[in-house]
């Protein structure tokens, strides 16, 4: 009873606050007043709280029991129940469903002294229960509205079950297909990256971050993650100040400005201070020079790991580091909770410091509605009207469509006829319905994705046979264990290619499992794992009209199938509507338009390779005659990639044409206008990603050969030809230099325009001096 009259006194004081706001004028002024009224609660409630609830607030706990069943008894268990009923817990994750989430939420807000509710925190990555492609499969679409729809309905079936923030976006840019997270990301350019991140943020908070509907995101892991050293997970990341501000940093700016309300750390180091400590980036960057309002969470016991790295001694300093340099909450790691007040006492954290960490993660509650209403998401029978609905299955099948990339599609191979063809399906993935679903889908059920053969068998013209031709994997298959290849098992090779002989063509869906990319899922080798490459040779033997489809979560290293394969769709691990996406794409029903976020390497050795990159002292290929050795080379292998960045084909062709600038010399603040004509050449109606890159021919410091600073994505009926204009600003032609600093600097610029990174158009201009 005693909490209840704290409660309502201070509820009372914030209504008698909105009562007075209320008689304000004008749009402005009422979204202002409700932001003071949020500081006002804020400052309200932290006069009340003791130091230790305070702390709480900054404590995030692990689902660690069931908590529709008894109380934990032994152990850390009990300890965190413990804490959980005494004010000590600001936030748990992975608890989901209403009925989970109503009983935790019933806990603190019942039996806390103050009844703070609970945020509760859950790695919506691609969708919750129904589940969207991975991310990088959705960059692959460059379709902002498509994808931050995605984003949409993984907040509206999450927030259904009671989830109130999500652990995404991931923004980091990585240039390394080694490293197994670049499947969660947006791919190796900040420009695109930077879109997305705004896409994907707006899809999961809405208009209304108040609405039950929607739920708060993260732009992670801040920063410089996706830079891991060696593609190897956990790494550190040994990045210049350029790379830093030019690379690294604009898709999180891009997402804290779309309004973000946390940021989540990472796990690596950047010069030689783990970020979970680094004042100069949670501070002195993201909080004072972005000005971001929002609460920083680290990773998983991260806080704790800054002893491991050998930058603290102990978890007493590991929290006082942390706190200092301005992480908002402890994920998992203890160290706040059993340190932070005592390193107030002690005269060693400022309590101001507390204060600030705290009022900002009570912000984030109030802007979500939780005090307002602590069970405002959970409503058993709103959960079991969208979680699963016709609506989010028809979102999550457009968005697989759009994400599916053709690579190649010689002799026009496809689309496949409709009927009067025998067609063989090989390959263990081409009757996976688990794979499919991708790596970080922890709501989803196992074994529910459409699985290629069933996608097919939808179409019966055809006569449609299956044969596995071997195992992916043999043993278990979970997302902690580590995956065991089938190396050896060719038994099924006969069979297989009995079928592809008899057929008029072959369909064969190789790839990746969906475990084998993802958190802790670094490879050395980027080529298709086990057996799979030799059963791809040996039914080519037999029948070259094979059509391959790619089932992975990065890009691989596919330089004998590129050179022999007629057909190589990248289908990438699409989620619950795979095999309805692949056969409708295969069959011609929807005409792929995706493009490549990621550059595709000829081999292993050219990893990391992307796309904008410095052009060295000695670039350009040697003419005969010339010096040969002597330049920026390989000896075994082409400096160019596979396939490049925003590379992709279309069942039709399309034509670039007549590319112009309005003008051949431009003052600091004039418009760079440009336009070029796109033709429809071929005999399909399509859609096609229309890409600008500038080049900076000389700076303060070396500037990429080429830098993406615009897409359309522009659909022309066959035959159609339309004029794409686009203009560039100072955003777009200006750079930060090492210190950080954005500078537009007078010179020469290129500009190109084509379908992908490699095949442009190009024209030139002045940027003058002032």
Same mark, same amino acid.
């Given at each position: 009873?005693?909490?209840?009259?704290?409660?309502?006194?201070?509820?009372?004081?914030?209504?008698?606050?909105?009562?007075?706001?209320?008689?304000?004028?004008?749009?402005?002024?009422?979204?202002?007043?409700?932001?003071?009224?949020?500081?006002?609660?804020?400052?309200?409630?932290?006069?009340?709280?003791?130091?230790?609830?305070?702390?709480?607030?900054?404590?995030?706990?692990?689902?660690?029991?069931?908590?529709?069943?008894?109380?934990?008894?032994?152990?850390?268990?009990?300890?965190?129940?413990?804490?959980?009923?005494?004010?000590?817990?600001?936030?748990?994750?992975?608890?989901?469903?209403?009925?989970?989430?109503?009983?935790?939420?019933?806990?603190?807000?019942?039996?806390?002294?103050?009844?703070?509710?609970?945020?509760?925190?859950?790695?919506?990555?691609?969708?919750?229960?129904?589940?969207?492609?991975?991310?990088?499969?959705?960059?692959?679409?460059?379709?902002?509205?498509?994808?931050?729809?995605?984003?949409?309905?993984?907040?509206?079936?999450?927030?259904?079950?009671?989830?109130?923030?999500?652990?995404?976006?991931?923004?980091?840019?990585? +240039?390394?297909?080694?490293?197994?997270?670049?499947?969660?990301?947006?791919?190796?350019?900040?420009?695109?990256?930077?879109?997305?991140?705004?896409?994907?943020?707006?899809?999961?908070?809405?208009?209304?971050?108040?609405?039950?509907?929607?739920?708060?995101?993260?732009?992670?892991?801040?920063?410089?993650?996706?830079?891991?050293?060696?593609?190897?997970?956990?790494?550190?990341?040994?990045?210049?100040?350029?790379?830093?501000?030019?690379?690294?940093?604009?898709?999180?700016?891009?997402?804290?400005?779309?309004? *973000? +309300?946390?940021?989540?750390?990472?796990?690596?180091?950047?010069?030689?201070?783990?970020?979970?400590?680094?004042?100069?980036?949670?501070?002195?960057?993201?909080?004072?020079?972005?000005?971001?309002?929002?609460?920083?969470?680290?990773?998983?016991?991260?806080?704790?790991?800054?002893?491991?790295?050998?930058?603290?001694?102990?978890?007493?300093?590991?929290?006082?580091?942390?706190?200092?340099?301005?992480?908002?909450?402890?994920?998992?790691?203890?160290?706040?909770?059993?340190?932070?007040?005592?390193?107030?006492?002690?005269?060693?954290?400022?309590?101001?410091?507390?204060?600030?960490?705290?009022?900002?993660?009570?912000?984030?509650?109030?802007?979500?509605?939780?005090?307002?209403?602590?069970?405002?998401?959970?409503?058993?029978?709103?959960?079991?009207?969208?979680?699963?609905?016709?609506?989010?299955?028809?979102?999550?099948?457009?968005?697989?469509?759009?994400?599916?990339?053709?690579?190649?599609?010689?002799?026009?191979?496809?689309?496949?006829?409709?009927?009067?063809?025998?067609?063989?399906?090989?390959?263990?993935?081409?009757?996976?319905?688990?794979?499919?679903?991708?790596?970080?889908?922890?709501?989803?059920?196992?074994?529910?994705?459409?699985?290629?053969?069933?996608?097919?068998?939808?179409?019966? /013209?055809?006569?449609?046979?299956?044969?596995?031709?071997?195992?992916?994997?043999?043993?278990?298959?979970?997302?902690?264990?580590?995956?065991?290849?089938?190396?050896?098992?060719?038994?099924?090779?006969?069979?297989?290619?009995?079928?592809?002989?008899?057929?008029?063509? *072959?369909?064969?869906?190789?790839?990746?499992?969906?475990?084998?990319?993802?958190? /802790?899922?670094?490879?050395?080798?980027?080529?298709?794992?086990?057996?799979?490459?030799?059963?791809?040779?040996?039914?080519?033997?037999?029948?070259?009209?094979?059509?391959?489809?790619?089932?992975? /979560?990065?890009?691989?290293?596919?330089?004998?199938?590129?050179?022999?394969?007629?057909?190589?769709?990248?289908?990438?691990?699409? /989620?619950?509507?795979?095999?309805?996406?692949?056969?409708?794409?295969?069959?011609?029903?929807?005409? %792929?338009?995706?493009?490549?976020?990621?550059?595709?390497?000829?081999?292993?050795?050219?990893?990391?390779?992307?796309?904008?990159?410095?052009?060295?002292? +000695?670039?350009?290929?040697?003419?005969?005659?010339?010096?040969?050795?002597?330049?920026?080379?390989?000896?075994?292998?082409?400096?160019?990639?596979?396939?490049?960045?925003?590379?992709?084909?279309?069942?039709?062709?399309?034509?670039?044409?007549?590319?112009?600038?309005?003008?051949?010399?431009?003052?600091?603040?004039?418009?760079?206008?440009?336009?070029?004509?796109?033709?429809?050449?071929?005999?399909?109606?399509?859609?096609?990603?229309?890409?600008?890159?500038?080049?900076?021919?000389?700076?303060?410091?070396?500037? %990429? *050969?080429?830098?993406?600073?615009?897409?359309?994505?522009?659909?022309?009926?066959?035959?159609?030809?339309?004029? *794409?204009?686009?203009?560039?600003?100072?955003?777009?032609?200006?750079?930060?230099?090492?210190?950080?600093?954005?500078?537009?600097?007078?010179?020469?610029?290129?500009?190109?325009?084509?379908?992908?990174?490699?095949?442009?158009?190009?024209?030139?201009?002045?940027?003058?001096?002032?």
């Amino acid at each position: 009873m005693k909490k209840s009259v704290i409660i309502s006194v201070f509820v009372g004081s914030v209504a008698a606050i909105a009562s007075c706001s209320a008689q304000q004028t004008g749009n402005t002024s009422v979204m202002q007043s409700e932001k003071e009224i949020i500081t006002k609660k804020v400052d309200s409630l932290l006069n009340i709280m003791t130091l230790e609830e305070k702390v709480g607030q900054m404590n995030q706990y692990n689902g660690f029991w069931e908590v529709t069943g008894p109380a934990p008894e032994g152990g850390s268990a009990e300890e965190k129940y413990e804490h959980l009923r005494s004010g000590l817990v600001g936030s748990m994750l992975t608890v989901r469903g209403v009925e989970q989430v109503r009983a935790v939420q019933k806990i603190v807000v019942e039996e806390t002294r103050l009844g703070i509710p609970l945020i509760i925190g859950f790695d919506v990555i691609h969708g919750y229960k129904t589940l969207s492609p991975i991310p990088l499969a959705e960059s692959a679409s460059w379709d902002m509205e498509a994808i931050q729809k995605s984003a949409e309905v993984a907040a509206k079936e999450a927030a259904a079950s009671g989830i109130n923030w999500t652990f995404a976006p991931m923004v980091d840019i990585s +240039r390394d297909a080694r490293w197994g997270r670049v499947m969660e990301g947006g791919g190796e350019d900040p420009y695109l990256g930077s879109k997305i991140a705004v896409a994907r943020v707006k899809g999961f908070q809405g208009e209304d971050l108040s609405d039950p509907l929607t739920i708060a995101a993260t732009a992670k892991h801040f920063a410089g993650y996706g830079f891991a050293e060696a593609g190897r997970e956990y790494n550190k990341a040994d990045i210049g100040s350029v790379t830093l501000h030019n690379m690294v940093l604009p898709p999180f700016k891009a997402a804290k400005e779309a309004g *973000v +309300r946390t940021f989540m750390n990472g796990f690596n180091e950047i010069n030689g201070v783990p970020v979970t400590g680094s004042e100069y980036l949670l501070r002195d960057i993201l909080k004072e020079e972005w000005g971001f309002e929002g609460f920083v969470i680290s990773d998983y016991a991260s806080i704790e790991e800054m002893a491991t790295h050998g930058y603290v001694k102990n978890e007493r300093m590991a929290a006082k580091k942390a706190a200092e340099a301005g992480v908002d909450m402890d994920m998992e790691s203890y160290a706040y909770v059993n340190e932070l007040a005592d390193l107030v006492r002690d005269g060693e954290v400022d309590e101001a410091v507390i204060d600030d960490a705290v009022g900002r993660i009570l912000r984030v509650k109030f802007e979500l509605g939780l005090f307002d209403d602590p069970y405002k998401y959970l409503d058993e029978q709103r959960e079991k009207e969208i979680v699963g609905s016709s609506e989010i299955r028809e979102a999550v099948l457009d968005m697989a469509k759009k994400s599916i990339v053709l690579l190649k599609n010689e002799r026009n191979l496809l689309p496949l006829k409709k009927s009067g063809q025998k067609i063989a399906l090989i390959g263990a993935l081409a009757n996976d319905k688990n794979s499919p679903l991708g790596s970080w889908r922890i709501a989803s059920e196992d074994h529910t994705a459409v699985s290629v053969l069933e996608g097919m068998q939808q179409y019966e /013209g055809n006569e449609l046979v299956f044969e596995k031709g071997a195992d992916l994997v043999t043993g278990q298959v979970t997302f902690i264990n580590e995956l065991t290849f089938n190396e050896t098992d060719k038994s099924g090779f006969d069979a297989a290619i009995s079928a592809a002989e008899d057929a008029d063509v *072959v369909v064969m869906v190789l790839g990746e499992h969906g475990f084998q990319s993802g958190e /802790g899922r670094s490879r050395t080798n980027l080529d298709l794992p086990g057996v799979q490459q030799e059963l791809l040779e040996k039914v080519f033997e037999v029948n070259k009209n094979v059509v391959l489809v790619l089932n992975n /979560g990065r890009p691989l290293a596919i330089g004998w199938a590129a050179e022999n394969i007629p057909a190589i769709v990248e289908a990438w691990h699409l /989620g619950t509507e795979t095999g309805n996406a692949v056969a409708q794409v295969l069959y011609g029903d929807y005409n %792929p338009s995706g493009k490549l976020p990621m550059t595709f390497p000829r081999n292993i050795g050219q990893t990391p390779i992307y796309y904008n990159h410095g052009n060295t002292g +000695r670039p350009v290929d040697p003419q005969p005659g010339d010096n040969m050795v002597f330049w920026s080379h390989y000896m075994d292998v082409e400096n160019t990639p596979l396939y490049p960045f925003g590379f992709g084909l279309s069942y039709t062709t399309f034509e670039y044409d007549n590319l112009q600038l309005n003008k051949n010399s431009y003052k600091r603040n004039e418009p760079v206008e440009v336009s070029v004509q796109v033709t429809n050449t071929g005999e399909y109606d399509g859609k096609e990603v229309v890409q600008l890159y500038i080049r900076d021919l000389y700076g303060s410091i070396i500037r %990429p *050969v080429k830098e993406l600073k615009g897409f359309e994505l522009t659909e022309l009926q066959k035959g159609e030809t339309k004029t *794409v204009n686009f203009v560039l600003s100072e955003k777009e032609l200006g750079f930060y230099n090492a210190q950080g600093e954005y500078v537009i600097e007078p010179g020469e610029f290129e500009v190109f325009v084509g379908g992908n990174s490699m095949e442009t158009l190009k024209a030139s201009f002045v940027l003058e001096e002032e």
